[in-house]
């Protein structure tokens, strides 16, 4: 957790700290990613059960505790899981650099490169569609720059180089991430029909 902040002030150092550890997978998934993960989830298990989703036409569809609590835990697996698979997709796309990093190595910065997406989840306490969606585009737009600060320090190749592969990376990550937010808007929005 003390590397939010460093993410949010000053990302370049922040990420040339995150190399220089030797992080595991168990220890940063237990003291980031499911603490992290869980911002969203909980902020969207209040907003939906208590307020409502509120699509701007003065319609609230409330969800109710049993529901909530049932797609809050589908969610927060999602989420899990999609650091996961980028965590994978970084590793598979560096299979061709001379210094490729372990796959424990891209996990761990594939969470970290997260965390914008996770703390943009405090906008479902009042969950208004558009604004969901305007501070979510932004939390992308700035996990973005991190994988821009993060890929030529991370894989040890220069700034050009980095831009590309930091440009497939997102681009295979927004993929998963429209994956992701259309299962969420599924289960959230209109799967409390399904409970």
């Known amino acids: 957790m003390n590397h ?3 993410l949010l002030s000053h990302p370049n150092r922040e990420m040339q700290e995150i190399k220089r550890e030797n992080e595991t997978i168990s220890h940063h998934y237990t003291h980031h990613v499911l603490i992290m993960a869980a911002i969203p989830v909980i902020c969207a298990f209040i907003g939906t059960t208590q307020i409502g989703w509120n699509f701007g036409d003065g319609t609230f569809v409330q969800l109710s505790l049993l529901t909530g609590l049932s797609l809050g835990v589908v969610f927060y697996a999602l989420m899990l899981a999609g650091v996961a698979v980028m965590g994978r997709v970084i590793w598979w796309m560096a299979r061709n650099y001379p210094k490729r990093p372990s796959l424990a190595r891209c996990m ?4 970290y490169v997260a965390t914008p997406l996770f703390l943009s989840g405090v906008v479902a306490l009042y969950p208004l569609v558009w604004l969901c969606v305007a501070v979510g585009a932004a939390a992308l737009v700035y996990t973005g720059y991190l994988l821009y600060v993060g890929i030529p320090d991370f894989l ?3 700034k050009e180089e980095g831009m590309s592969f930091s440009s497939s990376t997102l681009a295979i990550g927004v993929l ?6 259309a299962m969420a808007v599924i289960l959230w929005g209109y799967g409390y029909r399904l409970f």
């Open 176 to 181: 998963v991430l429209e994956v992701l937010l």
């Open 156 to 158: 040890n190749i220069n």
């Open 108 to 111: 761990v910065f594939a969470g």
């Open 4 to 6: 939010v902040w460093g």
